[in-house]
């Protein structure tokens, strides 16, 4: 017997809203939250659920989007800071 999955809507609802607001203050926890509240919206199949799988697909794709900036940006200035060092012989 398949037995009813209840409270998954409204899990993965929050967690697709706290993956979207965390994308852009911490990315790597904004991915996290939103890959569990995918996993989690998957266990169920009612209109949050679904609501929620989609927040936390919009929740994943900004946390990648930032992510991949603030790698750039952290290369960025590293690479800025050591050309700006003028060490001999380079």
């Known amino acids: 017997m398949a037995e009813k999955k209840e409270g998954f809507g409204e899990v993965a609802y929050v967690l697709g809203i706290m993956s979207i607001v965390l994308a852009f203050f911490t990315p790597l926890a904004g991915l996290i939250f939103g890959i569990i509240g995918m996993v989690h919206g998957k266990k169920a199949k009612d209109s949050l659920s679904m609501r929620g799988k989609r927040l936390s697909t919009i929740g994943i ?30």
């Open 61 to 90: 794709i900004l946390s990648v989007i930032m992510l991949i900036i603030v790698v750039a940006i952290a290369v960025y200035t590293g690479l800025s800071s050591l050309n700006s060092l003028n060490l001999p012989g380079a």
